[in-house]
């Protein structure tokens, strides 16, 4: 059965992750992904040694299955005329290059679409294309780990900032890119007519953290970042098993769900305790319940919980 993207062209001029992570979805989808490099490459090419030596890329080749590749030199009238041709027979292009430097190019959006009014013209930056930082140069770790706050949200008072798993950000932001792309062809089915989307890495870091963000708004009351011992909700938290292996409790309705725990882990007499009668009782008195809850658990391996 032919993907939903089925007879779609799409064009990527995308860097690093961001961009091409979005493009290999779309190709994921059955579109038809031809990717515009460089004469040398997209630079990502060259970090295999970081990840499996010099025979292979598991990243890059993750981020770029199921595309084609054309090298032009964008810097020559003709390597230009030929990523223009191929934007010009695109339903979609999609890119991350900064939108400063795509415009001196010729490439960029309200040059296009005088040539190809159908295009859904996917642009992917750091800290979004009409902003102030529109050609401020970005990684994820920049602008979605750091600058949109994810890492501050996740380091309780006093203790570093853990370290983000590559891609985290771009990946994030490249379904976002996909999801904007499809709905704006699907505008054009009943339109006809293509538009320009965006997306950045500080928008996405900002909606991960949206529940934070909106309470703050509706409330003034700034959110604090916690560790485990202090978790707002005791029986949503990590425990460690008497083998060392880790998992999750996830008992969202705490008062519902308290008294079935209770009985699952034959404590039943925490129930009496007063400090942990009810969900603020527990909330307030979390480091000591968790306390509780660590000695328990440490009497059996994972597999037996």
């Keep these: 059965m032919p993907g939903p993207m089925d007879g779609i062209r799409v064009v990527e001029m995308g860097f690093w992750v961001a961009a091409p992570s979005a493009a290999c979805i779309?190709?994921?989808?059955?579109?038809?992904?031809?990717?515009?490099?460089?004469?040398?490459?997209?630079?990502?090419?060259?970090?295999?040694?970081?990840?499996?030596?010099?025979?292979?890329?598991?990243?890059?080749?993750?981020?770029?299955?199921?595309?084609?590749?054309?090298?032009?030199?964008?810097?020559?009238?003709?390597?230009?005329?030929?990523?223009?041709?191929?934007?010009?027979?695109?339903?979609?292009?999609?890119?991350?290059?900064?939108?400063?430097?795509?415009?001196?190019?010729?490439?960029?959006?309200?040059?296009?679409?005088?040539?190809?009014?159908?295009?859904?013209?996917?642009?992917?930056?750091?800290?979004?294309?009409?902003?102030?930082?529109?050609?401020?140069?970005?990684?994820?770790?920049?602008?979605?780990?750091?600058?949109?706050?994810?890492?501050?949200?996740?380091?309780?008072?006093?203790?570093?900032?853990?370290?983000?798993?590559?891609?985290?950000?771009?990946?994030?932001?490249?379904?976002?890119?996909?999801?904007?792309?499809?709905?704006?062809?699907?505008?054009?089915?009943?339109?006809?007519?293509?538009?320009?989307?965006?997306?950045?890495?500080?928008?996405?870091?900002?909606?991960m953290l949206a529940w934070d963000a909106n309470t703050v708004l509706r409330t003034k009351n700034p959110i604090q970042p916690y560790d485990r011992f202090h978790a707002l909700n005791p029986i949503i938290d990590s425990y460690q098993a008497g083998d060392g292996r880790w998992f999750w409790l996830l008992l969202l309705q705490g008062d519902r769900h308290w008294p079935d725990l209770l009985r699952a882990i034959g404590r039943e007499n925490l129930g009496d305790d007063p400090r942990f009668a009810n969900m603020m009782g527990r909330a307030m008195n979390s480091q000591a319940l968790v306390e509780a809850l660590d000695a328990e658990f440490a009497k059996r391996p994972l597999a037996e919980w």
């Design 26 to 207: 779309l190709a994921d989808w059955g579109a038809s992904v031809i990717k515009i490099e460089p004469p040398e490459g997209d630079p990502f090419r060259g970090m295999g040694g970081a990840f499996a030596g010099p025979s292979a890329n598991p990243p890059f080749e993750m981020d770029n299955r199921g595309k084609r590749s054309v090298a032009l030199d964008l810097s020559t009238d003709e390597g230009r005329t030929i990523a223009r041709r191929l934007i010009d027979q695109a339903d979609v292009f999609v890119s991350n290059v900064r939108p400063g430097s795509i415009d001196r190019l010729g490439l960029g959006y309200v040059t296009v679409r005088q040539t190809n009014a159908r295009l859904v013209y996917c642009q992917v930056t750091g800290f979004g294309p009409d902003t102030p930082d529109r050609d401020r140069a970005a990684y994820d770790i920049g602008a979605f780990w750091a600058r949109a706050g994810v890492a501050a949200s996740l380091a309780a008072p006093g203790l570093p900032y853990p370290q983000q798993r590559g891609g985290m950000g771009d990946h994030m932001t490249g379904l976002g890119a996909a999801g904007a792309v499809s709905a704006a062809l699907f505008v054009r089915e009943r339109t006809g007519e293509g538009q320009r989307v965006a997306i950045s890495l500080l928008r996405v870091g900002a909606y």
